[in-house]
């Protein structure tokens, strides 16, 4: 057969697959403990209500026969945008239905963003660490991506300021504002209000990526950046609150951007599942079911939070550093001394799995890291994966009573 | 606000949008008859049975809660694979599980292939006419689109050779090789070993578009194009046999695209919704089901297209001209010295919409003709549909007695 090694493009040859998924088989493994995935809690799925949601979808018709079975709008099914825009509005004074496109996960609108918005060679800013998924959009779309540090108030804007003032243009801007992934931190009030001081001063676009807001377990909401700039898109997600299997986003963009946008996802999919759209409207319009499904979401995962950090104290004591986040699934620890690729085979041995924190960068400059999930596993099992990460690093108990 | 257009990306600003798409708001107009959509019979969704299905998609566990619910594999479900495989290769005799991935629509798959295969300037053939949706994928990945001639046999792929003595060198050949989208034409088993052979004897990947298979309602089953060749990727749907709004379809690719593929298509949108591959996986593991549901739906597509084709003889005569289909969705109808693009708003006023066979084609070949569905309206309405037709076209009855 031909070799078809010739006929990849540019961006299949250069393209990298995310880490974590690459480590997914492993997760097969019996007994394996994995802090590694971004799963949202199994044991939390409302698998009732869906029933009824289903049930009620289904039960919906439609010029066309039974609406979530037929195709739909390019947009989005439209009950749903009015009520995603009426929630943004509530929050941001400012988005109108018709600027809000349903969206197959975020991630495609991560990537709806890069195809409307980016050439090869553009230059893109991203958080230091970043969302894996949006790295691997933007290495994709052969975007030159320029990365600015981040702090417990996350994005440091006075460090991104600098780099503008010297020369950097870039297109967009990507953030993950609240209980970032990695980093857990959310980004501080005045800094988002800096930032789209920036956009609106430099001329770029802020992906404002928010799919852990409701999943706050401490400290008090912040508003989005989206109130401050008519620059900001904002992404949200079914993801965390309903479930992931729907795979169901959207985002909220200036209007100007929209039929761009809606051209590019006519071409990746003509339209997101009509059956998980009409699904999430029915889960999204229940107020009383929705409340009490959230605050149980929130007390679940302050409690997986806490038992991990504590573990973590008791386990490793000085030999690990980390700040306890507000919300969202991630402890971001570092292991100082530890170059925490290279341990990760030992780890996974000892049935225990995480991410490296080299694979949120494009630098090494998180290698003594770990991205740490609490969110998927039960507090027992927190207790002994914090347990065998004692024993996996160096200086552990393990590396010294039982070498192999 | 700054002025967005100057952040538009250079496929942004060149896309075209969907001509369907853009008239679907027309299908909200009181007493509209639309031949224009190429959506299923609304009226033979077994919507029952998707009930079913979700209540049984729903009862499956997994490592992480409800597997319908949670994340899953980007590759798709692996026993949803393994019966598509086991599908494909009883057609093939060739395909394995770790070729299939499941996409999010066929559209999709179309997508996931022009990134993985496509930089800018690239030569890509279509048939004349060609599947709108892949028109304009490869017009947003920036390709050099060179059509070919099709007749009731498909493609001329004697054409096509010639152009590839010519000098031509494609990086994919796309084709819709039963009741092609909008010609209805199958392309010929003759046709299909020739294709395979150019395609092996000049390196380039045939993309094998084929959601109607099954809609057969007259003639004899034809082999796939991938039998023939290892570089063909099969595409499939759920989206005419069990209901488009599902998004579930799949590609059948050589191992050595495999890489490729998946990481596009964890950049695109992570995986295909699970609830929906747990619910096509329920109805299609359900044999005496799928095999009445098929039977049903092709007496039902065979009567609907029978009734047009017939009425269309009586209300237009020789006004009209076309082939008709051995399955699938379409009538190609050629208007001997009639622009439909000019007529398209005639045709709306008194109540009938179609496509404009210009929408088909990247320079002026078919602007005589229209495609027109039968899918989706009921005999009566298709009869009244062909009658508005003819009152609508230059020498009608209405451009005779009530001129406006």
């Known amino acids: 057969m031909s070799n078809l090694d010739g006929l990849l493009s540019a961006r299949a040859r250069t393209a990298r697959s995310s880490v974590i998924r690459d480590l997914l088989h492993l997760l097969e493994q019996p007994g394996m403990l994995s802090l590694a995935g971004g799963l949202p809690a199994g044991d939390a799925f409302p698998t009732e209500r869906f029933r009824l949601a289903c049930d009620r979808a ?55 963003l890069a195809r409307t918005l980016l050439d090869p060679g553009d230059a893109v800013i991203v958080e230091r660490p970043a969302y894996l998924g949006s790295l691997q959009v933007f290495a994709a779309a052969g975007a030159s991506i320029e990365s600015v540090p981040s702090d417990e108030q996350g994005m440091c804007t006075d460090a ?31 800094r988002r209000v800096h930032l789209a001081e920036l956009a609106d001063r430099y001329g770029f676009v802020i992906v404002e990526d928010d799919p852990y807001r409701e999943l706050r377990f401490a400290g008090s909401d912040v508003a989005p950046i989206r109130e401050h700039t008519e620059l900001a898109v904002t992404l949200g997600s079914t993801s965390k609150v309903l479930a992931p299997g729907l795979r169901v986003g959207w985002l909220c963009a200036p209007a100007m951007l929209r039929d761009a946008l809606v051209r590019a996802k006519q071409a990746a999919d003509l339209h997101t599942s009509t059956l998980s759209q009409y699904v999430a409207l029915d889960l999204l319009t229940d107020e009383p079911f929705l409340r009490a499904h959230i605050e149980s979401l929130c007390s679940c995962y302050a409690e997986r939070c806490g038992e991990l950090a504590d573990a ?6 000085e030999r690990c ?12 620890v570092r292991f100082p001394g530890v170059d925490t ?64």
Chains 1, 2 share one sequence.
């Open 341 to 404: 690729s290279s341990v990760l085979e030992a780890a996974l041995r000892v049935g225990v799995a995480y991410v490296p924190g080299a694979a949120f960068t494009t630098d090494d400059s998180c290698a003594d890291r770990a991205r740490l999930s609490f969110a998927s596993l039960a507090p027992e099992q927190l207790r002994e994966a914090a347990r065998r990460l004692g024993e996996a690093l160096p200086g552990g108990r393990a590396v010294a009573t039982t070498p192999s």
């Open 160 to 190: 991104l300021e600098q780099q503008l003032r010297t020369g950097l243009r870039p297109k967009l801007c990507s953030v993950v504002p609240n209980f970032q992934n990695p980093s857990g931190a959310t980004l501080a009030d005045e």
């Open 58 to 112: 289904l039960s919906r018709g439609g010029p066309y026969g039974a609406a979530a079975l037929q195709y739909g709008p390019t947009e989005g099914v439209g009950e749903l945008r009015d009520l995603l825009a009426r929630d943004a509005r509530s929050l941001d004074g400012r988005t109108e239905a018709d600027e809000v496109l349903v969206t197959t996960g975020s991630q495609q609108a991560i990537d709806l």
């Open 312 to 317: 973590l104290d008791v386990e490793l004591g």
């Open 321 to 332: 550093e980390f700040t306890r986040p507000d919300g969202g699934f991630f402890l971001w």
